[in-house]
């Protein structure tokens, strides 16, 4: 059995380099730290650190344990603090796992806020379009834009993105500006799939129309369709956070903006064991307002 103390003082060797070091950050007898080093090693069954006159170094078993007695500690530190006042201070790392085009967009802006309000937080972003296992992979929350797939992870609807159907006014002065929705046919449709997609519209009566777009140009990710589209290549479906401030600079037109487009929710998914967490409360508490804000 490990003991929590000893991973305490292990964790602050590793992260200084020496044994001195840790002693003083710990306000311990360097002799105390040297003792929690061989008890843990003694438990463990292999050296952990390799000793020389100039440094010290973690063995392959030290860097392993390494990752894990951060994440029991940072857990201990969690369940005291959900017990303290029932939710208690939010503190420890908090790792989040996002998509690029959401990093860029809504959650960039609101880091530093969040940082300043709450300075005992540490945020590890993972910015990755794929959807990551949050339990195997160690993440304390992730956001989702589109369908969720069932699973047993808590989801929590932040907002709703709509997208914008926007070419640039380089484009439409060659190309015409559509009227309506079958005037999109004869126009350069830049999908974000390889294959046959349907863009959907509701008309200001509320009648549904729908368009098949066989994408000559495919460009996938929304930072770059948007630069591509700025450029005159043809007309694409922008998520509204990203098109509309080129639209107000007028980089970018919207068209049919009387027809309600497409749209996807945007959801905060999170582990149930993390719903006490006072971090992971805080960090979509803040989200969610700044989505709000800024919709």
């Not at 390889?194 to 549904?208: C, L, V, Y």
Request: hydrophobic share 45%.
């Amino acid at each position: 059995m490990f003991d929590l103390a000893d991973l305490h003082a292990f964790t602050r060797i590793s992260d200084i380099g020496s044994l001195s070091g840790a002693a003083r950050a710990l306000g311990m007898p360097k002799s105390s730290v040297s003792r929690s080093l061989a008890r843990l090693e003694a438990a463990a069954g292999v050296g952990l650190i390799e000793r020389s006159t100039r440094h010290l170094r973690l063995t392959d078993a030290g860097r392993l344990l390494q990752g894990h007695a951060r994440r029991i500690l940072d857990d201990v530190g969690e369940a005291e603090n959900a017990l303290v006042g029932l939710i208690g201070v939010p503190r420890g790392i908090l790792r989040v796992s996002v998509g690029f085009t959401f990093a860029v967009g809504p959650l960039a802006p609101m880091l530093p806020r969040f940082l300043a309000r709450y300075p005992e937080v540490r945020v590890a972003l993972t910015i990755d379009n794929r959807n990551v296992d949050l339990l195997a992979e160690n993440f304390d929350v992730a956001i989702r834009i589109g369908p969720l797939s069932n699973s047993d992870l808590i989801a929590r609807r932040l907002t709703t993105i709509a997208l914008w159907t926007c070419a640039s006014p380089a484009y439409l002065a060659v190309r015409g500006t559509p009227a309506t929705i079958e005037d999109l046919r004869g126009h350069e449709l830049i999908g974000r799939v390889d294959r046959r997609s349907i863009w959907h519209f509701r008309a200001p009566g509320g009648e549904p129309h729908e368009i098949e777009v066989v994408p000559g140009t495919v460009v996938p990710e929304p930072a770059v369709l948007k630069a591509v589209l700025i450029g005159g290549a043809g007309i694409g479906r922008l998520p509204d956070f990203h098109a509309a401030d080129a639209v107000a600079n007028g980089f970018l037109v919207r068209l049919l903006p009387e027809h309600q487009d497409d749209s996807v929710d945007v959801h905060a998914v999170y582990p149930s064991h993390r719903s006490l967490s006072a971090k992971v409360r805080v960090f979509i508490d803040m989200l969610a307002e700044h989505l709000s804000r800024t919709a």
